[in-house]
């Protein structure tokens, strides 16, 4: 094989950048089952990636001018193969050890991702430049050769992030990928050092396929924890017991969203869903049938409850992963309910679409989850959309996960609620605003005035005037208010991972 001519050449970089972006893509839905998918994850990984392939571009360099010959081009691969079988390792020892857990939430991602992928990148990196050398028998040609070398890679690159994003994950799932990707890498090695011609080569061939093999055999040591991997979510069903009730847990990625009991389709297990449930009772207090939207499914816990506990209701739920949906009725009991209707879209892009005006009494913010926020649906922007699927007396509640003293998305959230809708209430299981620490809250928002005296003696259907809710009192509310800083989240500034930050900061939170 002779690595000068341009076909050849050409499929090798096509071949080391197909790889290199397959691996930065599939680098998020590794890690997400452990630190979740953020800005800073993301963040991490490109920033990662990217010194990987610098850093090995300046070493293939080296390497070119001291010993270019298609035996280092074959080594190269073979070592770039035995480094992307080394991530399911690696993961494993990253998340067993807690590398890094008292350190800032950046850092520690930051590490994580440092260990698992910079090698592999690094490696891949070095495959460019000893082809551009192997290919340059005439200087004066050296521009078209370099140029098309670097055309040919930034070509692979694409095509292995259409191919990742858009068929691979969905298709194989992301330890496949994995033995994939080092099976294309071992194969390139030995085809390019024509191992059949030598001992030496056939060694390498024999090592390869036995690290193949040995992947494949442990595969379920370096398995995911998830019963489905979508193109969203690593998706677990867990079974605990709360309050003496059997249930199943959804967990997405590394979060707990829902506690479904199998047998009581009214049983609310979160804090924020008590908050709805006594809300809920008062507002549709004297209404006949109403309509609901939920924005974010988790395990179908809430619009279950709304369903079996109003038999007039119309609950519309927006869930972006269709996995979601189905875990739920194979796994978490989601009954098929002519009132339940589930729109499997982006939220945002929903009401663009579908542009829904004065149809709901209630809507439920549900898509939030720690680490992991969905930006676009915290905005001005968004809030302005919901606002106008309401009817006039309608409600918008939110829950919110922030630390009520050192965070700032719970201020944001308000202040930001606040340009949209003339009411904003802040609520909570009990005053955890007194508590100070991490815990959930609930935003109330709505253009008709709330009677909160009147909520808190309300005796309905489903709660008692000895409510689980508070309030956060009205001059409390100006006193936050006042105390940060004055954010508006709009589509054009939405710093929510920053403004979260502060709730993963394990130093802070230990008082260090």
């Known amino acids: 094989m002779r690595v000068g001519h341009p076909l050849v050449a050409s499929a090798i970089v096509f071949i080391a950048s197909f790889c290199t972006l397959v691996i930065e893509l599939i680098a998020g839905r590794i890690l997400a089952p452990w630190l979740g998918v953020s800005l800073y994850t993301w963040t991490s990984i490109i920033g990662v990636c990217l010194a990987g392939i610098s850093a090995g571009n300046y070493a293939g360099g080296l390497i070119a001018d001291r010993a270019p010959g298609t035996r ?64 340059l028998a005439d200087l004066s040609r050296a521009g078209s050769v370099v140029g098309r070398i670097y055309a040919v890679s930034t070509v692979g690159a694409i095509a292995g992030t259409f191919a990742t994003g858009f068929v691979l994950i969905d298709l194989m799932g992301t330890r496949a990928i994995v033995w994939a990707v080092a099976a294309v890498l071992f194969a390139a090695g030995l085809a390019v050092g024509r191992a059949w011609r030598s001992v030496p080569g056939l060694g390498a061939a024999g090592l390869a396929l036995a690290l193949l093999g040995g992947a494949y055999v442990a595969r379920d040591e370096f398995a995911p924890p998830c019963i489905e991997e979508s193109n969203y979510y690593c998706i677990q069903v867990l079974e605990q017991e709360i309050d003496g009730f059997a249930v199943k847990s959804l967990a997405l990625d590394h979060l707990v969203h829902s506690y479904v009991a199998m047998n009581d ?82 939220a945002r892009l929903w009401f663009i679409e579908e542009r829904p005006a004065e149809r709901y009494d209630i809507v439920y913010g549900d898509a939030f989850n720690d680490v992991a926020i969905p930006f676009h649906l915290t905005t001005l922007e968004f809030d302005r959309m919901v606002r106008r699927s309401l009817r006039p007396d309608g409600i918008f509640m939110a829950n919110i996960i922030d630390d009520y003293g050192r965070g700032e998305f719970l201020r944001a959230s308000v202040r930001t609620m606040s340009e949209v809708f003339d009411h904003v209430h802040v609520f909570a299981l009990g005053p955890l605003w007194e508590a100070g620490g991490p815990g959930t809250y609930v935003v109330v928002a709505s253009a008709a005035p709330i009677d909160i005296e009147a909520f808190l003696r309300f005796d309905g259907p489903w709660t008692t005037p000895e409510k689980s809710s508070a309030v956060l009192p009205a001059q409390e509310m100006r006193r936050f208010l006042d105390a940060g800083r004055r954010i508006v989240l709009t589509d054009d500034h939405v710093p929510v991972d920053n403004l979260i930050a502060p709730l993963f900061d394990v130093r802070a939170s230990r008082g260090q």
């Open 72 to 135: 280092t081009l074959s080594v190269l691969f073979l070592v770039s193969g035995a480094l992307s079988l080394a991530i399911l390792p690696l993961v494993e020892w990253v998340i067993g050890t807690q590398l890094g857990r008292d350190w800032p939430l950046m850092l520690r991602i930051l590490a994580d991702t440092t260990v698992v992928f910079f090698l592999p990148t690094f490696m891949l990196g070095t495959i460019s430049p000893v082809v551009i050398k192997l290919s």
């Open 265 to 346: 389709p009214t049983f609310i297990g979160y804090g924020y869903e008590r908050v709805y449930q006594e809300l809920t009772d008062f507002q549709i207090r004297e209404r006949g049938a109403f309509r609901t939207l939920a924005i974010g499914a988790g395990g179908y816990t809430f619009p279950r409850y709304l369903t079996a506990a109003y038999p007039q209701a119309t609950v519309d739920v927006v869930e972006i992963d269709p996995a979601v949906t189905a875990v739920a009725r194979e796994h978490l009991g989601l009954p098929d309910d002519p009132r339940l209707t589930t729109y499997n879209r982006d």
